[in-house]
Every structure is written in C-alpha cells, then in structure tokens.
C-alpha cells in the first residue's frame, strides 16, 4: 500500500474506532439490496466530506466510496446469486469505490479479487471493508485503463459511465479485456453515457436508492456484457 493509500487507512480506521453518530460519521451497515456485505458507509457523504476537508485543511477526493452506488448493488447480487460465473476464478473489480463487488466477488468463491480506484481513500476504504467482511481482497491505486488487458478471469465495473470522459476511457479496456477472452460485466443505472449500443443485457434489478440527490426510492439497474 502506497503512502496516500496507507495515511487514508489511517484516518479511516480512526474514524471507525471514534465513538459517536450524526449525519458526519461513518457507518458499519448492512448494504440494502445485498445484505451479505456490509459497508462503513457515510450517513451523510457531503457533510462528511465537509468535516474532513475541514480537519485536513486541504481539498480531498468526492468520497464516492462512502456510499452504495446502484450499480455497484446490482452487480454484487448478480454475483451472490450466480456464483458460477466467480468460482475459483480471477477478478479485477475496476472503479471499486467501497469494494463492494469485489467482496461479492470474493464471498462468491473467486479465486483472487484485486479491487482498483485511484482515490487513495477508496483503496483504503476497501482493505477496511474486506478486513470486516473477513474477505481477502487486493487492492490497487494505480490507473488501469491504458493499460494492457489486464490477467484476470472476469472484469466487473459498477456505475462508470458516469461522465463522457471516463466512458471514453471505460470501454475500450472492457472491449479489450473481452477481446482477450476475460468475461466482463458492467453494472448500470441507466446513466446518460452508458453506450447501451454495444453492451448487452443480461439482468435487470430494482435496487432500492441510498445515493445522495436522488428522488426515486427505487432504481432499475441492468447488469450488461460488451457485444
């Protein structure tokens, strides 16, 4: 684990440890739509957000890990639920934020997970959360995606075509990765930049919402594979 990864560990298993509650705390919980892992979560993200930029002095990185994106969701329960498709296999969960598909991943039977996100918190929020979930789970800061495709058995990534920019940077490695023979699957909400013409869909989940700024209690997610 790299200095920044290693000093947001720190913090995080601090925060966990301090006793206390309110809308800036983090929380040990039982994810809603996948009750078999459980998450350090942020009862409020923005406001958690706000006490540690203050304490810190210094901007952070939007703590996307600190709350449990439908995709992410969807994707954990396909694997749960399908553990055939991670047994005794290889995982590479891209963009893990808290790791909770690379923990599905991981309670499913796969062989090795190695979760990736290059915010130094989320790589510390996934070795906290593994370690709670009693799951061996790699994880990596470094940035994948121009990299070679990558030696794993299956590629999972939960809600990253979020912006144009990370869609334009996603796909290819999903497409090359599958090009190599790797299974690749993707998990999604319905987001503007998902390029639903060259993805198929396999499932279809109603997950209830725990994301900040969204009006509907309900989410139907899709869990797709590149064409």
Do not use: C
Not at 62 to 87: F, I, K, T
Not at 166 to 177: K, N, Y
């Amino acid at each position: 684990m790299k200095g920044a990864e290693a000093d947001a560990l720190t913090e995080l298993e601090r925060e966990v440890a301090t006793p206390g509650s309110g809308l800036d705390r983090l929380r040990l919980t039982p994810t809603p739509f996948v009750p078999e892992v459980r998450l350090h979560l942020a009862e409020d993200a923005i406001v958690w957000w706000a006490r540690m930029e203050a304490a810190a002095g210094h901007p952070l990185p939007a703590p996307y890990w600190a709350s449990a994106w439908a995709g992410g969701q969807a994707l954990a329960r396909h694997l749960l639920d399908h553990p055939e498709l991670v047994a005794g296999r290889r995982v590479l969960d891209l963009a893990a934020g808290s790791g909770l598909v690379a923990i599905a991943a991981a309670l499913a039977g796969a062989a090795e997970v190695i979760a990736n996100d290059i915010d130094p918190y989320a790589v510390a929020a996934v070795t906290l959360n593994a370690r709670t979930n009693h799951v061996a789970v790699g994880a990596t800061g470094d940035d994948l995606l121009d990299s070679a495709e990558p030696k794993v058995d299956l590629v999972v990534a939960g809600d990253v075509f979020y912006d144009r920019t990370m869609a334009d940077r996603m796909l290819p490695f999903l497409q090359r990765a599958a090009a190599t023979g790797a299974d690749v699957l993707v998990g999604d909400p319905g987001r503007g930049h998902l390029p639903a013409d060259r993805l198929t869909v396999l499932a279809d989940y109603p997950v209830p919402t725990t994301e900040p700024s969204v009006d509907s209690s309900l989410r139907h997610v899709q869990v797709l594979r590149p064409d």
